[in-house]
């Protein structure tokens, strides 16, 4: 351990300035590195609040890798362009095409946020504070992106890289996520705040905890405001008090054959509504039957063991329906699932 903070109090340079005092050549320190090594997303190429919204919805709970790695992004802003195309889609066709996403509650969250848009702003998104935050699904962190890269509006923002960020900057053991914590990280983004420049100094702040200051070991050396920075041990910020709790479960479920059709079952409950899934029987119901596919899966704060067995001769129950081969794929259904389906599918 004294190794290791011996390494640290080498390799993070010693801060000259603080980030209060010097907050001009702070923020000018950030945009300076932002306008020459800023990255180019397609949601920092436009001003339209709608697409920028879609973004930050995506990149709440997926990695950006994923968001434009895969194409997700690109692929609903080609399916819905513009708030009513989303307003109007139906729902069944909005979860197929937010599928491999996960967190279904975020596409149908988009879709609430677009109908209010339509239904008290003409399809125009507001940006007043007070207004965008009457609108389903938006919290002051989403209208602080919304108002500073849409509208260029000084407007603070605060999400798990910004408190990251001020933890080390201002070397705060405080926990980020107690009341406290989360008070310390809205007051410093009000102050350092570039009120001339909210837009790109943002878009900077974002990146900064995206590249440098980055969750685990920071990047310091490359650190355009390594000079404010007030830790000699970075690594070991932020605190937190909240550690979530891991659960493990079994989900058994039958896949079912008759003719070129399997059976489905719609999801239950609020998480995966309006999905579909292999349907579920009782232990005594599959007792002698194969299990024909295996695999594990995370969502939020469980861990999934995934059970498929071989059913034969089985009856459609309720909210359960036989489905064509052809007609599968319109089916929205959770990744696992669609990845057990095409596997199975291969095999039979
Ligand atoms: S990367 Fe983070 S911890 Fe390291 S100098 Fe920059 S702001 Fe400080």
């Known amino acids: ?38 990255r180019d997303y397609p949601w920092r190429r436009t001003r339209d609040p709608y697409a920028i919204l879609v973004s930050e919805v995506m990149l709440q709970q997926t990695r950006l890798a994923v968001v434009l790695g895969k194409g997700y992004y ?46 008290h702003h003409g399809g125009v998104f507001p940006n007043h504070e007070k207004e965008l935050l009457a609108l389903p699904g938006i919290g002051r962190y989403t209208v602080g992106a919304l108002r500073s890269f849409a509208f260029d509006q ?3 923002l605060v999400d798990g890289n910004v408190m990251r960020i001020f933890a080390r900057l201002f070397a705060d053991d405080t926990a980020v ?36 200051c980055k969750v685990g070991i920071p990047d310091c050396l490359s650190c355009p405001v390594a000079a404010f920075c007030q830790s000699r041990e970075p690594h070991n910020l932020p605190v937190k008090v909240g550690k979530v709790s891991i659960t493990q479960i079994e989900e058994v479920s039958i896949f079912a054959r008759q003719k070129n059709r399997v059976l489905l079952a719609m999801e239950k409950g609020t998480r995966r509504r309006g999905l579909w899934r292999f349907p579920e029987r009782s232990h005594e119901e599959i007792a002698n039957s194969d299990v024909i596919y ?10 999934v063991s995934m059970i498929v067995h071989a059913a034969y001769g089985i009856e459609p129950k309720n909210g359960e329906q036989w489905v064509e081969d052809t007609d599968l794929e319109s089916f929205p259904m959770s990744a696992p699932y669609r990845k057990a389906l095409r596997h199975l599918l291969t095999q039979d």
Request: with cysteine; aromatic share 10%.
């Open 1 to 38: 351990m004294e190794e290791t903070m011996l390494c640290w109090a080498v390799l993070k340079p010693i801060a000259t300035k603080d980030p209060i005092e010097a907050t001009p050549e702070f923020r000018l320190a950030l945009r300076t590195w932002f306008t020459k090594c800023g």
């Open 74 to 119: 690109e692929r609903f802003m080609r399916n819905y362009p513009d708030v009513q195309t989303l307003a109007n889609a139906p729902e069944e066709e909005l979860l197929r095409v937010w599928e491999g996403l996960g967190y279904y509650r975020r596409a149908r969250m988009l879709q609430a946020t677009a109908c209010a848009v339509m239904a």
């Open 154 to 156: 000084p407007s603070p």
């Open 177 to 212: 996520d107690s009341t406290e914590g989360v008070k310390r990280s809205w007051q410093r983004a009000e102050v350092l705040l570039d009120q001339k420049h909210p837009r790109l100094y943002n878009s900077a702040l974002m990146e900064l905890g995206q590249t440098f």
């Open 294 to 303: 295996e695999a594990n899966y995370a969502i939020t704060r469980y861990r």
